[in-house]
């Protein structure tokens, strides 16, 4: 069932990139970083070291706050002089 979740973000990932392509050059950022959460899902899917929980959850926390940080701010900055 974990494969669907890989596959699901990986697809998000897939648009996310077309959207960039096409449009929106901000979706960079976020696409990149689903394409980063699909892997760790699948590494926590084929490691023995559980990916998900203690240490490395909040690694992955981390990383998740700073793209939040990051693309909200080129969001407000870039939106805010329109």
């Known amino acids: 069932m974990s494969y669907l979740y890989v596959a699901g973000l990986w697809l998000v990932a897939v648009y996310l990139v077309y959207m960039a392509v096409k449009e929106y050059k901000i979706l960079w950022i976020p696409a990149i970083y689903f394409i980063f959460l699909g892997a760790w899902r699948l590494a926590d899917i084929y490691t ?17 706050l700073a793209v939040v940080l990051i693309t909200g701010g080129i969001y407000y900055a870039v939106y805010r002089k329109k």
Do not use: D, F, P
């Open 48 to 64: 023995e070291v559980s990916l998900m929980q203690g240490t490395y959850a909040w690694i992955l926390r981390g990383i998740s």
